[in-house]
């Protein structure tokens, strides 16, 4: 697969990304090369290779679930710096 400079900068675009001429040049080169590398793997015979997730043997342990004593809401409000009405009181990041 053939990547173009077009290929980039629409991706760039995409991505909310500037880049100059010079970098251009440089990525679609580097992509290509990927690109190139990825089509390779294509060509392995893979009939017998069994499909899988991950390249380990593991499972995700579960714990069991059951219901614990919490902290209240007095308690986890004590070491908040301020608090008003049972919540945390942070500085506004979004403007009116």
Do not use: C
Not at 24 to 43: C, S, V
Not at 73 to 88: G, I, Q, Y
């Amino acid at each position: 697969m053939k990547i173009s400079k077009d290929d980039i900068i629409k991706v760039s675009e995409l991505a909310r990304l500037e880049f100059n001429e010079e970098e251009l040049e440089k990525f679609t080169e580097q992509l290509g090369k990927i690109l190139e590398y990825i089509e390779q793997l294509n060509e392995l015979n893979t009939d017998n290779v069994e499909p899988t997730s991950h390249v380990l043997d593991s499972s995700t342990p579960l714990r069991e679930d059951k219901v614990v004593e919490w902290l209240s809401t007095e308690e986890v409000l004590k070491n908040a710096p301020e608090s008003e009405d049972d919540f945390f009181v942070v500085p506004q990041v979004i403007e009116d």
